[in-house]
């Protein structure tokens, strides 16, 4: 692997961190998660991915402001979506 390519994986690898596990942090409060046991972590880990995707299909830049939008409305989401 060249530098070329390094740089090129770094990038690739923040790019995911930033898109993904960033939103999550800031937008969905993840890293203020206390859940420990059982599979609440990766259940409640895998609705926030779900919920990320969702916006991202519907064109929503402003994560934290469509979660506020959303909070109480679930059918409003699945409507997006058709569902």
């Not at 770094?10 to 939103?23: A, C």
């Not at 890293?31 to 880990?45: A, H, Y």
């Amino acid at each position: 692997v060249d530098a070329k390519q390094f740089l090129h994986i770094i990038r690739s690898h923040w790019r995911i961190e930033n898109s993904l596990h960033y939103v999550k942090d800031v937008a969905f409060g993840e890293d203020l998660n206390r859940m420990r046991t059982s599979q609440t972590p990766f259940v409640s880990s895998l609705v926030k991915s779900i919920a990320i995707n969702l916006l991202n299909l519907n064109n929503f830049p402003n994560k934290t402001l469509a979660r506020k939008l959303f909070a109480w409305g679930a059918v409003d989401v699945l409507s997006l979506r058709g569902l």
